[in-house]
């Protein structure tokens, strides 16, 4: 049964464990968010148009996507500065990233808004290089969200929550993806519409964290829990959080053996602008992440 850490949060996402602390971010309240234990997180920054996915440059300054207006912010002492901007690309808000270790950062967006068009649709995934240079590196993703780099740095691994499937690619050398793969699909049924995806039963697949046998706990945006899946789609454990869902998960601790769960009400079921009710949950597990995040 996963520990819970802390709770009345809004809608937590991208967390992320850096220099023995774990952060996330919190949509709603605009908060990057900091624990150092069990208890009440302190703020980091706060960003106006939400805050989503976090990264770090190699010497060390936080990378946070600014989701609405679609740009990737540096946090430079108490600042935060732009470092590039998405929408020339980003065909709606932006969403989840992962930073190499070169300090290039791939970041996501959700494609278009199903709040008002239930009719799903695909979109680019984007790279933001040091220099502040944008490139588009994968184009017709369905929301391309969680993702991973594997340790020897040479597959990026994303879920493509609208398409029922977790893709892989190979990771050149000059940040370039090639190579596309399935790496584990959960429907063999094109889900056109988000009520139909939501009818089927499928798994959702949000955000993900690696571990060191080359499996991924996978968030399920439209389960209870999460579930660990090896490539290929298999899933050979699951971390039940009912009645809540997980939308993200990150492997930490100082033995990466800690798994946190950023949780709340199951997808369409509330208003997390209005019901703050969102739990950081953790749970230990056998096997230590691995790779970045």
């Not at 520990?3 to 309240?29: I, V």
């Not at 990057?32 to 920054?45: S, Y």
């Not at 090896?230 to 039940?240: F, K, Q, R």
Request: glycine letters at 10%; aromatic letters at 8%; charged letters at 20%.
């Amino acid at each position: 049964m996963p520990t819970l850490m802390s709770k009345g949060h809004a809608f937590l996402e991208a967390p992320r464990w850096h220099d023995g602390a774990l952060y996330a971010s919190d949509f709603f309240t605009h908060d990057v968010l900091r624990w150092d234990g069990d208890g009440e997180p302190t703020v980091v920054c706060t960003v106006p148009q939400q805050p989503s996915g976090l990264g770090w440059t190699p010497d060390g300054d936080l990378l946070v996507v600014s989701m609405i207006d679609r740009r990737l912010l540096r946090l430079v002492g108490d600042e935060l500065v732009e470092v590039a901007y998405l929408g020339d690309q980003a065909t709606w808000h932006c969403n989840d990233m992962v930073v190499d270790s070169e300090g290039r950062a791939y970041v996501g967006n959700f494609g278009w808004d199903e709040a008002t068009d239930p009719v799903i649709k695909p979109t680019v995934l984007q790279r933001v290089d040091p220099d502040g240079s944008v490139h588009v590196v994968a184009e017709d993703l369905v929301c391309p969200n969680g993702m991973a780099i594997t340790p020897d740095g040479g597959t990026l691994i994303v879920s493509e929550s609208f398409a029922a499937r977790v893709t892989a690619f190979d990771c050149d050398d000059d940040g370039s993806l090639s190579n596309r793969r399935v790496w584990a699909s959960f429907s063999d049924e094109k889900l056109e519409t988000v009520p139909r995806y939501l009818e089927s039963g499928a798994i959702l697949p949000d955000g993900l964290a690696l571990d060191s046998e080359g499996a991924i706990w996978l968030a399920n945006a439209h389960g209870s829990g999460v579930h660990r899946v090896v490539e290929g789609g298999e899933i050979v454990d699951h971390i039940s959080t009912a009645p809540d869902t997980v939308f993200a998960v990150t492997l930490g601790g100082e033995d990466r053996r800690t798994l946190y769960m950023c949780s709340t009400f199951p997808y369409g079921a509330g208003n997390p602008m209005e019901e703050h009710v969102g739990k950081m949950l953790r749970q230990q597990v056998d096997v230590p992440g691995a790779g970045l995040p």
